[in-house]
């Protein structure tokens, strides 16, 4: 599974390749962006291509459904995460096994109860947001090349352990995926691959998703296709990698394959691909 997590991160990074470059310039604070209020369960069999949630008043929604946990914790529990059960996954049972798991991958630096768990009260951890397009480096070409921009809750994503199930929203398939959570690797840096495989689809396949500072990246294959996730803070997109505009400096466009019109170097009409009409 390491070995397979390993070469999809690759091709990811090879897929988002110059399209990237914004991460590098935005500073955003992480936070919560609530999707849906509901807990999430343990993997299980769910048809593919479940459509997309109803996510309006997402925050509200979060927060409600963490203010009804705590409601319904026996005394004592709502101010102790020890005592306090939260999910169905037998190996974190309690909110502060996880609250210890997530400090121990931070080296020590952990995130509140109350913000952990409005974050396990999501089942995603992205909505659709095309305001997210502003905050982002793009070019006109790459913020116009079929990705779908995102508001990303990296809160959410830290909460995962292995067991867990993460729902995929993909707005280019108006589908929802679930990826299993079977290993979660910490790099002693601050940075945390989560690695695991859609349940939704009988054969092979793999999702993974790294988080390192502000930044998070990953991806997933479904049948034939690789799609991409990427964000920065709050706002982020997914994609399928062959629609991602990768210009280079001689104009040429790696997901079609052509040159755009117009002057670059090196370009010999004989043998590299046609210009764009």
Known sequence: ???????????????????????????????????????????????????????????????????????????????????????????????????????????????????????????SAWRSDPSAAAELNLSPQEAADGRSFVRFDPVKLETLMPGDTLEIPVPQRNAVYHMVVEDVQAHGDGSVTWNGRLRDFPEENQATMTKGGDLVYGGFTARDELYVIQSNGTAGFIAESASLFKPTDDGHDHASGRYRMGPHTGHNPAVDPPVLP
């Open 1 to 123: 599974m390491k070995h397979r997590a390993l070469i999809l991160a690759s091709v990811v990074l090879a897929a988002i390749g110059g399209a990237a470059r914004w991460h590098l310039s935005a500073d955003k604070p992480e936070g919560p962006a609530a999707v849906a209020a509901s807990p999430f369960g343990p993997a299980g069999s769910a048809p593919a291509d479940t459509p997309m949630p109803d996510t309006a008043n997402p925050s509200e929604a979060a927060a409600s459904g963490a203010a009804r946990t705590l409601a319904a914790a026996p005394r004592g529990a709502e101010t102790d995460p020890d005592r306090l059960q939260v999910g169905n996954n037998p190996d974190y049972p309690t909110l502060g096994s996880r609250l210890t798991e997530m400090a121990a991958r931070r080296n020590g630096q952990g995130v509140s109860a109350a913000q952990a768990l409005a974050a396990m009260e999501q089942r």
